[in-house]
T-cell receptor, first 112, second 115 residues
């Protein structure tokens, strides 16, 4: 079945760039997503990328997709304390009719 | 815009009691999902509906769990009887038809503690 993996923890200093990585196993993935979860809250969709793209930029966020290596990354430029949260990578495959498979989440800690 | 609305936000109940979680999807959305989040297992899809019909319930843990969607604007997830290991955050999510990116929108979650 589908499997999505992420590192558990990342610490960066305010103002630096953060890069959160994700690997997935399903080569038939059609869309890949990044969600953000703040403490005590639900999951907020940050951005997504279609599998035929290799990069997508949205303000401070840059998503890179290496389909050959099944590797997805989220870069946050000029990281702020408000970016501290858990970031989930998720993938959707053809034939799964909208079913998302989530990674374990990466906790981003932003220090002053 | 109202997002996905879940109730209750927090519930503490005793083992053996029935728990009913409620969800109102975003108006116009035709797919609805129930997820469970725990520290040990992360986010798990329990069941999802398309046009009010259950499509995949393979994630429902056992017969104590049941979900219904009687109409396009309401769904329930019921646990009877509840057990301490059911303690988790239960998220409802919905998505619209013919959506770019097949994006799924989550509610704020129902935080369940079974003692």
């Amino acid at each position: 079945g589908e499997d999505v993996e992420q590192s558990l923890f990342l610490s960066v200093r305010e103002g630096d760039s953060s890069v959160i990585n994700c690997t997935y196993t399903d080569s038939s993935s059609t869309y890949l997503y990044w969600y953000k979860q703040e403490p005590g809250a639900g999951l907020q969709l940050l951005t997504y990328i279609f599998s035929n793209m290799d990069m997508k930029q949205d303000q401070r966020l840059t998503v890179l997709l290496n389909k050959k290596d099944k590797h997805l990354s989220l870069r946050i430029a000029d990281t702020q304390t408000g970016d501290s949260a858990i970031y989930f990578c998720a993938e959707m495959s053809t034939g799964t009719a909208s079913k998302l498979t989530f990674g374990t989440g990466t906790r981003l800690q932003v220090t002053l | 815009d109202a997002g996905v609305i879940q109730s209750p936000r927090h519930e503490v109940t005793e083992m053996g009691q029935e728990v009913t979680l409620r969800c109102k999807p975003i108006s116009g959305h035709n797919s609805l999902f129930w997820y469970r989040q725990t520290m040990m297992r992360g986010l798990e899809l329990l069941i999802y509906f398309n046009n009010n019909v259950p499509i995949d319930d393979s994630g429902m843990p056992e017969d104590r769990f049941s979900a219904k969607m009687p109409n396009a604007s309401f769904s329930t997830l019921k646990i009877q009887p509840s057990e301490p290991r059911d303690s988790a955050v239960y998220f409802c999510a919905s998505s619209p038809p013919n959506r770019a990116g097949n994006t799924i929108y989550f509610g704020e979650g129902s935080w369940l503690t079974v003692v």
